[in-house]
């Protein structure tokens, strides 16, 4: 299918314009800020546990601490989310003038310039990273500041010079939950943070791919190299898919192998990485926009039950 230039599209003639708080707003992506915002809470939720001493009753003061510690922990790296995600846009804000689904945004269409994207992101960027140090500690200081160094300097150049682009911003899309974990004051070596940080990676390529596919003629257009804008036929993409599926059932079980996580969750991430698998296979059969989206949101169903469970089914033995 064909993708007229942003001119002919009804859908990208102008608009009214959406105000200056619309626009600072819709430039931290606040879809993409909110799973940021859940999967850093999760990490601290996941590290309680594996901190102080578990099994004896919290008094309210302490209760009160570890939320704020969650607040400030999440907030932080939303805020770091956000800085990135502005800059990110301002660089591509040619590329998405060509894209139906990015042309109406503030960068793209020039209501907001780069003063302003400047100075957005030098307060979310050191507010953030002070939020970071002040709920947790330096270490999830330093990953935020990596994750939005990796997004920005390394991940979005790429993609437009490989298509292992998707890979590579994968390691910043994965540091949030590894963030909220070593801010809660657990041991980043430890197997749950590390399941955290391997669980969020390998769910990010099938996720991405399925968007890409749906995608592929935009993408092409601005020319972004992502997998399915270079391989038309879609036997790489859809292999990649699958295989990172599979990667993402094994990654799953490591908690449960080491003894850090309980039954409960080990049915939820069999059940819920048998459910990506399948739609990652149907995907490799058939090729198609439909199963892409099925695989999408087979994504989105998994990520959050998933994690959650880790959350909620602990097990010390680890």
Sequence with gaps: MEVKEP???PDALPQADPGIVSDLYQLAKPRLSLLVVITAALGVGAAWPF?????????????????????????????????????????ERKSDRLMKRTAHRATATGRIGGGVIFVYSVV?????????????????????????ILYVLIYTPLKKRTSLNTLIGAIPGA??????????????????????????????IPHFLAIAWMYRDEYEKAGFLMLPVIDPEGHRTSRAALTWSLFLCAVSLIPVLSGAAG????????????????????????????????????????????????????????
Excluded: K
Aim: glycine share 10%.
């Design 7 to 9: 001119p002919e599209e």
């Design 51 to 91: 901190t102080g001493e578990y099994t004896r009753a919290l008094t309210t003061p302490e209760i009160l601490d570890r939320i704020l510690q969650m607040l400030g922990l999440s907030a932080g790296t939303a805020l770091l989310a956000a800085g990135a995600n502005a800059l990110n846009q301002f660089w």
């Design 175 to 204: 540091l949030p939950p590894l963030i909220g974990w070593c801010g809660a004051g657990a041991p980043w070596f430890h197997p749950v943070g590390l399941s955290l940080f391997g669980i969020l990676f390998a769910w990010q």
């Design 263 to 318: 039954v409960i969750y080990l049915g939820i991430a069999v059940a819920l990485g048998a459910f990506m698998t399948t739609r990652a296979l149907a995907l490799a059969n058939q090729r198609d926009r439909v199963s892409a989206r099925r695989l999408f949101f087979a994504s989105i169903i998994y990520l959050p039950i998933v994690l959650g469970a880790l959350v909620a089914n602990p097990s010390l033995r680890g």
């Design 124 to 148: 979310t960027g050191v507010s953030g990273t002070a939020l970071l140090y002040l709920a947790g500690n330096r270490l999830a200081a330093i990953l935020g500041v990596c994750s939005l």
